[in-house]
Structures are given as structure tokens and as C-alpha cells.
């Protein structure tokens, strides 16, 4: 089995180019079934005797540890697995082909509403001996983020050149975003306010090297700014402006949402989000009550007063 992990491993890196936190949890997931064979047989397991009866066993012992969304990542991953192997030759068919997922419940992204997100970007008091280029930072990164729709990841691996100047507004690019796709992104005049503010203070974290000189957002270190730094951000942000703790994927949520609900087009937020499909993008098609209510208002015969 070990032989099969290696080959799994190097077709992720190399042909598949996933990123390094897929390589990681795709691998993660084998071990782990790995772990659970190694438990049943009671020896090392040999890649033919994970069957379908092992496999069925290891996924019911996930249920009431695991919700139904890791559940279904972690089929995701021995499907993957076990079809490279079929087709490596390594076995003569999967025993996981024919097992279903259990149902996902359908859950909508969590977003904030205009005010909030509003009063979050606009920030609260900066922590004690932060000095200018800290809130500065913060106000640019968030103001990206929900501006262009930006994972957390996207944001982070920003580099100083991939951000240009349109007008009074500009656009950035998003370069090896998820699925190794690029993208450009608008950014509106209140990014590109922030980001100028920003710029101005940003020489005075630039003590690192190589790659780190060329990262947009920087860490007090002078190295590139991390997705845990910036949910540490996010959370002292919340607190202080009194905002709903969320984490920094629901400013990508928002993001999507109000573009939605101000009537842009659902195939230009997919293009906007970086979404494959437009499948996943039609999630964010439930806007809010007093949208709908508006458009109901303007545009059905019998809510028209006087009518």
C-alpha cells in the first residue's frame, strides 16, 4: 500500500497540481483508512485487502464523529485514490465505486449584511502599540477580500504586481487560485483607496527576503502574510466594532451575495468567485427579504399602489 500512497502522492503534486492543503488532506484521509485497516487486520494492510466491506466499515465508523460534508470529502479522497490505482493497474477495480455518500444537508453560506460589513471595514480602535501600518494593513486586506471575493489563501499569495490601477477603481489578479486557475478581479475605489493608504506604510515591514519583498501583505516580520494571521485579524476586528463573528470566508460570501442582490449576473459573480461550476455559484441566490420585496414591489401589478 505504501507503493500506491507514493504514486497517489507524486500524480496529486505533479499531474494533478493540487494545492499543498488538498495534497495534505487527501493523504491525511488514506492514512487514516490506513490506520483503521491496520486495526481490523491486525497487521500492516496490503492494498487488495482494503475491500468494500472494509471501506463500508471504515466510513460507518466516521458517522456521529464526522458530519455528512467530511464524511463525503473523505469518500472523495478513496475514490480518487482507488481510481488511479485501477488505472495504474495497481488493482483490477474499485471497492469503493459503488458506495454513497450520506446526504448533505443543505446549508447556505453565511454572509453579513451591508451595515455590518460596513462598520467592520471601516474598523474600531487599533490595539495597543500597533503603530499606523497595522490598521492600515487590516483596512486593506479586508477591504480586498470583500471586494474582489478573495479566499482567505488568494489574498495572502497577492504579490505587489498583481494589483493595477483602473481609473478610480482597479483590478487584481489572482494567480494559481483553487483548481490552479488565474482570474482578474475588479476592485472598487474604496480597495483602492485603502490599498494606496496602505502602501505608504508597508517599507516599514519590509525586513525579509526573496519572495516575502514581493508580497502585498506582510506580517510584522516582514514576511507573507499568513490565513491564520489574518483570521486573528478578523476576530480582534469583530470585537472591537461589535460586528457578528464570522470568519473571513463569509466577506466572500457577502461579496457574492450583494452583487446578487443589487441584480448582477449570476455568470459573472461565477467568473468574479472563480467557480467552476455554476452550480456552486447558485447558493448565493438567497437575498435577502427586503430585496425581494423591493422587486416584488416595483414589478408585480397587484403590490403597485393605487393599482
Known amino acids: 500500500m505504501e507503493k500506491a500512497i507514493a504514486v497517489f502522492r507524486q500524480f496529486l503534486t505533479t499531474e494533478k497540481r493540487a494545492s499543498e492543503h488538498t495534497v495534505r488532506a487527501y493523504l491525511h484521509d488514506l492514512e487514516e483508512v490506513r490506520a483503521f485497516a491496520r486495526a481490523a487486520l491486525g497487521h500492516e494492510p496490503a492494498l487488495l485487502e482494503l475491500d468494500v466491506i472494509l471501506c463500508r466499515s471504515y466510513l460507518a465508523s466516521l458517522h456521529g464523529r ?19 490505482a485501477v488505472r ?41 502599540g500597533a503603530g499606523v501600518c497595522a490598521p492600515a494593513l ?28 483602473d481609473g478610480a477603481g482597479g483590478f487584481v489578479r489572482v494567480r494559481q487560485g483553487k483548481g490552479r486557475k488565474d482570474r ?5 475605489s474604496k480597495a483602492r483607496q485603502a490599498l494606496d493608504v496602505y502602501a505608504q506604510h508597508r517599507a516599514e515591514r519590509l525586513t525579509g527576503t526573496g519572495a516575502a519583498l514581493q508580497a502585498l501583505f506582510l506580517s510584522r516580520r516582514g514576511r507573507r502574510l499568513g490565513p491564520r494571521a489574518v483570521r486573528r485579524m478578523l476576530a ?9 463573528r464570522v470568519s473571513p470566508h463569509a466577506l466572500r460570501h457577502s461579496f457574492a451575495t450583494h452583487l446578487l442582490g ?28 427586503d430585496h425581494l420585496m423591493a422587486v416584488y414591489d416595483k414589478s408585480h401589478p397587484r403590490a403597485r399602489t393605487g393599482s
Open 66 to 84: 464526522n458530519d455528512a460534508v467530511t464524511i463525503g470529502r473523505k469518500l472523495s479522497s478513496l475514490r480518487a485514490f482507488f481510481r488511479l
Open 88 to 128: 495504474r493497474r495497481l488493482c483490477s477495480g474499485s471497492p469503493v465505486a459503488a458506495l454513497r455518500a450520506p446526504k448533505r444537508a443543505k446549508r447556505l453560506p453565511a454572509f453579513m449584511g451591508k451595515d455590518d460589513v460596513g462598520r467592520l471595514l471601516e474598523g474600531g480602535a487599533p490595539p495597543a
Open 138 to 165: 487590516e483596512r486593506a486586506l479586508f477591504e480586498v477580500i470583500y471586494g474582489a471575493g478573495l479566499r482567505v489563501s488568494e489574498a495572502c499569495q497577492l504579490d505587489v504586481g498583481d494589483v493595477e490601477a
Open 184 to 188: 482578474i478581479v475588479p476592485i472598487g
Open 236 to 244: 480582534r476586528r469583530e470585537l472591537s466594532t461589535g460586528t457578528p
Open 262 to 289: 443589487e441584480g448582477a449576473d449570476l455568470r459573472a459573480i461565477q467568473e468574479m468567485l472563480g467557480h467552476a461550476s455554476l452550480r456552486t455559484t447558485q447558493r448565493y441566490a438567497h437575498v435577502d427579504i
